[in-house]
C-alpha cells in the first residue's frame, strides 16, 4: 500500500507543478496541450488508485461485519 501511496503523492505534486506553471506564466498552446495531456494521464492513475483503495476498504469492512456476524452467532 505505500508503493501506492508514494505514487499518488507524486501524481498529486505533479498536478499540483502543472498547474501551477499554467497559473502564473503565459505558456504557448503547444506546451499548454503537453501540460494537458500529462495531466489527464495523471488524474486517470490517481483515480485508478483511489478506485482500488475503496475496494480495499470495501472489503476490509465486509470482513469484520461478517466477523463480528459470526462473533455474536447471527
Do not use: F, P, W
Not at 501506492?4 to 506546451?31: C, G, H
Not at 476490509?60 to 455474536?72: H, M
Request: hydrophobic share 30%; with cysteine; charged share 35%.
Amino acid at each position: 500500500m505505500s508503493e501506492q501511496n508514494n505514487r499518488y503523492q507524486n501524481a498529486m505534486n505533479r498536478l499540483e507543478e502543472i498547474l501551477s506553471k499554467i497559473d502564473q506564466s503565459d505558456v504557448s498552446v503547444d506546451e499548454l496541450a503537453s501540460q494537458v495531456e500529462e495531466a489527464t494521464k495523471l488524474l486517470r492513475e490517481c483515480k485508478a488508485i483511489l478506485s482500488d483503495t475503496e475496494k480495499n476498504v470495501q472489503k476490509a469492512l465486509s470482513d469484520l461485519n461478517e466477523e463480528a456476524e459470526k462473533d455474536s452467532g447471527i
